[in-house]
Nanobody, 117 residues
Framework: QVQLVESGGGLAQAGESLRLSCVAP????????MGWYRRAPGKERELVAN???????NYADSVKGRFTISRDKRTTAVYLQMNNLKPEDTAVYYC???????????WGPGTQVTVSS
């Protein structure tokens, strides 16, 4: 079982920034797709952004221009820089990685992001 370690969530006011991190500590693990999802209260989990092994990125319309996903190829880490946060960004954010060669997915435990107006 692959463990993913998330960090960086917390409280912010509207307009502020937070940066989320997700690392797969097992150096034997490599991912072909890494992404961030979120689940807001009373809503379904949704894709926020993902990044492919070739560097291509995808973003939800609601975060385009505000959030930036990036990765560290050396350490199998993925980051989400969240700028100009809005109260509607309040959610539990989950990291997901798809394992190279196997195609199975692994999820982080989730980190709470709360944005006040």
């Amino acid at each position: 079982q692959v463990q993913l370690v998330e960090s960086g969530g917390g409280l912010a006011q509207a307009g502020e920034s937070l940066r989320l991190s997700c690392v797969a500590p097992d150096r034997r693990f490599s991912a072909i797709v890494m992404g961030w999802y979120r689940r807001a209260p009373g809503k379904e989990r949704e894709l926020v952004a993902n990044i492919l092994v070739n560097g291509d990125t995808n973003y939800a319309d609601s975060v385009k221009g505000r959030f930036t996903i990036s990765r560290d190829k050396r350490t199998t880490a993925v980051y989400l820089q969240m700028n100009n946060l809005k109260p509607e960004d309040t959610a539990v954010y989950y990291c997901k990685m798809r394992r190279a060669g196997w195609g199975d997915d692994f999820w982080g435990p989730g980190t709470q992001v709360t944005v006040s107006s």
